[in-house]
């Protein structure tokens, strides 16, 4: 009889740790503490090893069924970006290492139907390289990077979605990028032959600029346009040296038309006339974070000889709204 009750409340104990496993907001606090050792760790061994447990027990996590509507909102430094048509989330977060190098991480997660739920993860290979620039890639030979933005275009009847994101480059220089990314069957494809500026066509985009410097680079849905910084050298000397480029304050954009992104130059950014403060974000290089500032809204004339690249010529024009 004793015999049998041990067994009993084992079971129990085993089946009730079973459940607890499977239940979200339990795995979430656990990856919550493997998400800590990582941020926490002083050696690049230890952050590896406590990034290879966080990654294994995510993959499981949002495997199960219910995991594509859950918020996960502890894991602050892993980004979980929805598409605007609820067709996949990217699931990204970074590791920085003791040179002020940086690891990337993605898995692009989509709904199963009451099955579990289906997964890509992006393999990050050897980094960017020019080559990548000109390149459609797939999954496995990823150049790292985290998104914070999809935007949902349509080319021959065929679901692309341009992505903006982030790079640390190096330990003087980040990246900003807009790409394509498009899922067929089980795999993931990056790049689309849709960028056009004055004398390329391109398969995707990337600014390099100095790492004392923050690039601004965001959709603005109102005119269907992907508008950013413009860089210039920080002195006429590093011109072709992008890690020494910075802001000059004029903006250029990515337009949308008919079916490709369409480079303008010298536009004039514009923020809503209702609202008094902006909202800016940006991802801190050390945790991965990202965090949001409220400053007042302020427009500086590109052809002020006074601000900087101020000596630049300038023709800006005000938008036009536009709607897809």
């Known amino acids: 009889m004793k015999v049998f009750l041990l067994v009993l409340l084992c ?16 795995r979430e606090k656990v ?7 990582i941020r926490s760790a002083t050696s690049d061994n230890d952050k590896k090893v406590a990034n290879g447990k966080f990654r294994d027990y995510l993959l499981e996590t949002i495997l199960l069924p219910d995991a594509y509507n859950h918020p996960f909102a502890t894991l602050r430094t892993v980004g979980f970006i929805s598409s605007p048509d609820k067709k996949f989330k990217i699931i990204n977060w970074n590791v920085q290492l003791e040179d002020e190098s940086n690891l990337f991480y993605c898995f692009i997660l989509r709904p199963g139907n009451r099955k579990k739920n289906k997964v890509i993860e992006l393999i990050e290979k050897s980094g960017y390289t020019e080559k990548l620039s000109k390149d459609v890639i797939t999954e496995n030979n990823w150049y790292g990077a985290l998104y914070y933005k999809i935007i949902p275009i349509e080319k021959g009847g065929k679901d692309l979605y341009t992505i903006l994101g982030w790079r640390s480059n190096s330990n003087i220089s980040n990246m900003k990028i807009i790409d394509v990314l498009y899922i067929s069957g089980n795999h993931v494809k ?16 990337v600014y390099e600029y100095s790492k004392k410097a923050t690039m601004s680079m965001r959709y603005e849905y109102k005119y269907d346009r992907i508008i950013f910084d413009h860089l210039s050298p920080e002195v006429p000397s590093m011109t072709g040296f992008y890690e020494y480029y910075i802001p000059d304050m004029s903006y250029d954009a990515f337009e949308f038309e008919k079916d490709k992104w369409v480079l303008k130059e010298d536009v004039i950014g514009v923020n809503d006339p209702e609202k008094q403060t902006i909202k800016q974000k940006t991802i801190d290089p050390l945790t991965g974070e990202i965090i949001e500032n409220e400053v007042k809204k302020q427009w500086v004339d590109p052809t002020d000889a006074n601000a900087p690249g101020g000596k630049n010529k300038h023709l800006p024009a005000l938008p036009k709204e536009k709607k897809r």
Do not use: C, H, M, W
């Open 190 to 205: 990056l790049g689309a032959p849709i960028f056009y500026t004055k004398t390329e066509k391109l398969k995707r985009i």
């Open 31 to 37: 990856l919550f503490v493997y998400l800590n050792k």
């Open 11 to 26: 079971l129990s104990y085993l089946n009730l740790f079973s459940q607890k496993d499977t239940i979200l907001p339990y």
